[in-house]
């Protein structure tokens, strides 16, 4: 089963940027869809953003326009670019792979542990 481990999270200010990536162990990398979710204190885990195995993209509404996904099969490694980060950012940052471009978190069976993202007003 593949294992994922994400990074680049941290502290930034309203309206800096943050690149989150997530490596993966295998090559059957170039397989699997991949997403982003976010969790914040106290609230369910949300979708963010998934990419499909040929680059096919879903954003959601609240982060359209700011956060890119991309992915990098050749590296076996996916990535998050996030413009114009506000407050209500903040959340524990996830990856997670699986077989279909959803934003349902329980279509997605592997999940790495997760990167703080801070956002300060």
Known sequence: QVQLVESGGGLAQAGGSLRL?????????SR???GWFRQAPGKER???AAISRS???LHADS????FTISRNNAENTMYLQMN?????DTAVYYCAAGPLIV?????????GQGTQVTVSS
């Open 21 to 29: 990536s997530c490596a993966a162990s295998e090559r059957t990398f």
């Open 103 to 111: 934003r349902m978190s329980k279509y997605y069976d592997t999940w």
């Open 63 to 66: 982060v359209k326009g700011r």
């Open 55 to 57: 680059g096919g993209i």
């Open 84 to 88: 114009s980060l506000q407050p209500e």
């Open 46 to 48: 949300e979708f963010v």
């Open 32 to 34: 699997y869809v991949m």
